[in-house]
């Protein structure tokens, strides 16, 4: 039993207080030679305790794992947003929670990004990521903030803490909710090439105001899930939640042609039902099917009256959506694969838009809230069959999990997964290294931090060549 007690009396959630360089780290295995470059991760480490501001919304932390001929090194930085600079001035809070401002905060500050949710790598450029600001722009090596990146002028607004990156051009995909000013229901959406080039910006209405964390896209398609989180200025300017789940405006997803126009778009509908990540979505003749992590109620927002949705309820599990392109119907098919709780779901990147034959998610203790649970790791065949299942000691809780190709030519899944593992016992974090098709046989190496890594959204795997 006492190893029950230290789970109850301890998470993984507080921020760090300090930024660290550790040159040479202590590795417990073998790290496999191929893997040179670096593991980057972020998520919320709130500078200063906030009133009312839920962990979710705290200042970005980057940590990066280098990785070079066997040996580890590592490194953390709060991403310094003009939010950061302005309360590390002032040595207090200027924001609570969703952009509010303070009774006391200066009346100029108005930037309340803090680019805590993913971090990505494109046109050569490494750019952190929020849903409501512009990317912010990060020094490879010395993980050092440069500021935004609003791509020369041409993109303007929030913009999407999960861009697609298309495999075969290098385009990068990516849209933006609340496109025209916070609780509103316009969207943008855009493309910028691989050499950094914005070649797309516009916007349009969705059917409602809705919380659009993570979109869809194939190698022809782009989808837009407007899921009944909805947001309301009214309820905002009133004291009630700005965000809320009502799920009697039902699910909307829009499909649009990534050669065509906003005006093209088709909506198809569904039951209730809210999604966070996709794990990858493709084309089968005159089908679009994608594979998401669904919720049947949302967790973390209530009812437009502050009751809290059912927990039981608001557990993700990996579902398929299908759409039928040919004009038969408006409805979309969805159909769980698992019954297993589940998140962060990630595929092999070169197969992104594209019929993929493996994925991976971090799997959650179904007696445990969704959150600060994920305990262990899946993998999955293309149709959702588990092909293996890691799970951590009791306590323990795993990150999202990363998948690097052994190389460049290497066929889909032949590689490692890299994951962040919090160990409860010693309040501290390992990398840990699976060889992504052999999960069950536990880590290969795990690369040992002297301090935790709280718990966070998404990396990425930046090869060094």
């Not at 930037?111 to 722009?137: C, M, R």
């Amino acid at each position: 039993m006492q190893h029950d007690s230290i789970t109850e009396r301890r998470n993984n959630i507080a921020p760090i207080p300090f930024e660290a360089d550790a040159p040479f780290l202590k590795i417990i295995g073998e790290l496999p030679r191929e893997l040179n470059g670096t593991l980057y991760r972020n998520g919320p480490n709130p500078q200063f305790a906030s009133p009312g501001a839920h962990w979710f919304v705290g200042d970005g932390m980057l940590h990066a794992f280098q990785l070079d001929n066997g040996r580890a090194s590592y490194r953390n930085r709060w991403v310094r947003t003009p939010k950061w600079l302005a309360e590390h001035d002032a040595g207090r809070a200027l924001f609570g929670g969703f952009g509010r401002k303070l009774p006391d905060a200066p009346a100029d500050l108005t930037d309340s990004g803090v680019a805590n949710t993913n971090i990505i790598f494109h046109a050569g450029k490494l750019l952190a990521l929020e849903e409501a600001h512009l990317p912010t722009e990060i020094e490879p090596g010395t993980l050092a903030t440069r500021g935004y990146h609003n791509y020369q002028g041409r993109v303007a607004g929030s913009f999407t803490a999960h861009p697609k990156i298309d495999p075969a051009t290098g385009e990068l995909v990516f849209f933006g909710y609340n496109a025209a000013g916070p609780l509103t229901p316009a969207l943008s959406y855009g493309s910028i090439d691989a050499s950094g080039k914005t070649t797309r910006f516009e916007r349009f209405e969705a059917p409602y105001a809705s919380m659009v964390h993570d979109f869809i896209v194939t190698a022809n398609h782009v989808l837009f899930p407007i899921l009944p989180v909805t947001g309301s200025m009214e309820r905002a300017m009133s004291g009630r939640p700005p965000y809320a789940w009502e799920p009697d405006k039902g699910a909307y997803v829009g499909v649009m042609k990534r050669s065509g126009t906003a005006k093209e778009i088709v909506w198809f509908r569904a039951e209730a039902c809210y999604v966070f990540h996709v794990m990858n979505a493709w084309e089968d003749e005159n089908r679009i099917v994608a594979d998401v992590m669904q919720f049947e109620e949302a967790p973390l927002f209530p009812h437009p009256d502050g009751r809290p949705t059912d927990p039981e309820k608001s557990r993700a599990r990996h579902c398929r959506w299908t759409f039928d392109l040919s004009g038969n119907t408006d409805r979309f098919q969805q159909t769980y694969l698992d019954d297993l709780t589940g998140e962060f779901p990630r595929i092999d990147d070169r197969r992104a838009g594209l019929k993929n034959r493996h994925g991976w998610y971090a799997c959650a203790n179904p007696r445990l809230p969704m959150f600060g649970a994920l305990c262990g790791v899946v993998h999955v065949d293309g149709n959702g069959r588990r092909l293996g299942h890691y799970l951590l000691p009791a306590g323990d809780t795993i990150s999202e999990p990363v998948f690097v190709e052994r190389s460049k030519d290497a066929t889909e899944g032949d590689g490692w997964l890299l994951a962040v593992v919090w160990r409860a016992r010693e309040n501290r974090s390992d990398l840990a290294v699976f060889n992504a098709t052999d999960i069950e046989a536990g880590p290969v190496a795990l690369v040992q931090l002297g301090h935790r890594v709280p718990d966070g959204f998404h990396g990425n795997w930046v090869s060094a060549v």
